[in-house]
């Protein structure tokens, strides 16, 4: 193992039965990934270079969600990596719905002590026409808050145009769950 996967957590049996996971966008969000799978422990911000951050991969209810796509240049994503039972992969898989909206895909990012390897979701499918719900763009924005991201980045996620989610009692059960989280 290289990097960052040396070592496995304290209790743990080894880096085998664990998985690493970069997210970018919603799951961001600690609280938000921990309902999903409660083995995940923060390692820190990561790097993912020439790729992009965009927030145009269609989801279920019609708005854009986040999704990054290779991009040559400059560009970068950031994003934080968790250490998670391997177990718990299939649940997330299911979850972020790959096999229909996202596909699971290796990658290396800079961490915070070297390069480790990771995966990550890249979206079935891109569609720029989409914009994001405002709640949704909200966790995100409060995943890199949370996680202390450079003043730069969050300026990019601030200046992403959003549009009101017209589901009024999901709209305000999701702006919930981000201002709870942002407190929390």
């Known amino acids: 193992m290289k990097g960052d996967q040396a070592t496995a957590a304290p209790g743990r ?10 997210a970018y966008g919603s799951n961001l969000l600690f609280a938000r990934l921990h309902a999903r799978t409660p083995s995940i422990e923060n390692l820190g911000m990561g790097k993912l270079m020439d790729h992009r951050l965009s927030f145009t991969k269609p989801g279920g209810d019609g708005s ?8 040559d240049g400059e560009d970068h994503v950031l994003g934080v990596i968790y250490r998670m039972d391997r177990s718990e992969k299939a649940i997330l898989d299911r979850i ?14 800079q961490g915070q002590t070297g390069m480790i390897d990771v995966f990550t979701y890249y979206p079935a499918k891109l569609d720029c026409e989409l914009l994001p719900y405002d709640w949704y763009k909200q966790f995100v924005l409060a995943g ?3 996680n202390r991201f450079p003043a730069y980045y969050i300026e990019l996620i601030e200046s992403v145009q ?10 305000k059960i999701n702006l919930d ?3 709870q989280a942002e407190t929390g």
């Open 13 to 22: 049996e080894g880096a085998s039965s664990s998985a690493f996971y970069f």
């Open 96 to 109: 972020e719905g790959v096999g229909h909206g996202y596909r699971d895909h290796a990658v290396r990012v």
């Open 144 to 146: 890199a808050v949370q």
């Open 162 to 171: 959003v549009s009101v989610d017209p589901d009024v009692k999901r709209r």
């Open 64 to 71: 854009g969600k986040c999704g990054i796509e290779k991009v």
């Open 177 to 179: 769950i981000s201002a």
